[in-house]
């Protein structure tokens, strides 16, 4: 009897323990995390950007800013980039375009967007050419002024109001002539009279000055060290087209005979 409950308390004892085990075990799940043990924790997969919302243009507002990127671009445009640029449909802009290429054909327009290596870009049309070219011809030629001319125009730019007189003390030379051809010019105008002895002419620069060097105002003036720079090239070009001209001058003159020694006879 003895030996037939041995196994039977065997068990027993054995199904006890492993119940004080399982009370002993947390689950995993449950774990207490400790002060200062850093937990890895997987990062959520990044979501990829939302493409930006379409800019919103009625057909004319698009067609004149197809208009106007094509005119500003000196390389041909693709209608693919313009697209992209814009965020507008390809398809959108194809059409567009092709409208545009219609317009821009008719015969009042004196420009035309014509389809190059893929892309579109504006120029002239062909049959204005002889037209165009000889308007060309006829522009007023660039300003040219001597030395002399250049320093008298700095010194009046500089130092306006201001009298012959003054830019005769500071340039140390005689001016007349020169101030005469700036007059002629009309690259500086009569200022009043000078309130001392003799009254004499006041002169300063006018618009057609800022037109012809591209000023806004007189505030745009260049600083005189470059001012130094400017008048040092142009002494440069004017003393390389007075050597030009005594050149041209030494080869025109006919060439003298050498002189034939007299023989006695």
């Known amino acids: 009897m003895a030996d037939e409950l041995e196994p039977r308390e065997q068990a027993e004892t054995a199904a006890a323990e492993v119940e004080a085990m399982e009370a002993l075990v947390e689950p995993v799940g449950e774990l207490p995390v400790e002060a200062g043990v850093e937990v890895e924790v997987e990062p959520e997969p990044a979501s990829e950007p939302e493409p930006e919302p379409a800019a919103e243009y009625s057909d004319t507002e698009l067609k004149a800013i197809l208009e106007a990127v094509i005119y500003v671009t000196e390389e041909p445009l693709e209608a693919k980039q313009i697209a992209a640029a ?103 105008q009569v200022a009043g009279r000078k309130n001392v002895i003799g009254k004499p002419i006041l002169y300063k620069t006018n618009k057609e000055f800022l037109v012809q060097f591209g000023l806004s105002s007189l505030k745009e003036l260049p600083s005189l060290k470059e001012f130094e720079e400017l008048r040092r090239l142009a002494f440069s070009e004017e003393e390389a087209e007075a050597t030009t001209e005594a050149l041209e001058l030494r080869e025109a003159e006919p060439s003298e005979a050498p002189a034939t020694p007299e023989v006695e006879a």
């Open 86 to 188: 814009l965020r507008q449909p390809l398809a959108r802009i194809d059409s567009l375009l092709g409208e545009l290429v219609a317009e821009f054909a008719k015969p009042e327009r004196g420009l035309q967007i014509k389809e190059i290596a893929g892309g579109f870009k504006m120029a002239t049309k062909p049959e204005l050419h002889d037209q165009v070219r000889l308007f060309v011809k006829n522009l007023k030629p660039p300003l040219k002024l001597s030395l002399a001319a250049l320093e008298t125009l700095a010194v009046i730019a500089y130092k306006q109001p201001i009298t012959a007189p003054e830019i005769m003390e500071i340039r140390g030379v005689q001016g007349g002539g020169v101030l005469k051809t700036l007059l002629d010019r009309k690259l500086v």
